[in-house]
Each structure stands twice: as C-alpha cells, then as structure tokens.
C-alpha cells in the first residue's frame, strides 16, 4: 500500500471557502518536514496553531474550528522545509 506522495510541496485550496464553521487545509509533502499551520487574523495575531512538528511525506490535512472567533478574513500560514506559504480565507457566519 504505497502512499501517494508529491514531487513537489503542494498546497490545496483551502474548502470550503467561505466557511462557517469548518475549513480544512490540505498539503503534500516530498519527503519529511517539520511543518508549522497556524491561523492569523489580519492584524497579524495568532488565532490558533493547527499543527506544528515533523510531517511525513505524503499528503496531510488539518481543520480549523473557527466557532469561537467572530466573522471575517483570516489568514492559514504554512511553514516547511520547502519555504513559506499563505492563504486567505473567510469566515462568515
């Protein structure tokens, strides 16, 4: 049973976007990486750390419960060993 893992690191749309209350973040990593997912509001403070430790290859999802923060735009922040990354996305209730 041969997990699918990607040559290069991938991230998925976040969905569903918009959201209320869930949304799920997906990524795909070549090999093995610490990953750190953390949600942001737009004025940069930390919401919620989603994951944070060593990933193996292959493909991961984490949800984010966002029934505790009010509506509007919020960021996913991504860090691998293959760089940076980030997505808008928007709760509204």
């Given at each position: 049973n041969m997990a699918?893992?990607?040559?290069?690191?991938?991230?998925?749309?976040?969905?569903?976007?918009?959201?209320?209350?869930?949304?799920?973040?997906?990524?795909?990593?070549?090999?093995?990486?610490?990953v750190t997912v953390?949600?942001?509001?737009?004025?940069?403070?930390l919401i919620q750390e989603l994951a944070d430790g060593v990933m193996d290859a292959g493909y991961h999802s984490h949800t984010w419960n966002a029934s505790m923060v009010s509506s509007g735009v919020y960021f996913i922040h991504i860090e691998t060993a293959y760089g940076i990354s980030n997505q808008k996305i928007m709760l509204m209730k």
């Open positions: 699918i893992v990607p040559s290069d690191f991938v991230l998925k749309a976040a969905y569903p976007n918009p959201f209320n209350p869930t949304t799920t973040i997906q990524y795909g990593l070549p090999e093995a990486s610490q953390s949600v942001f509001d737009v004025s940069g403070r």
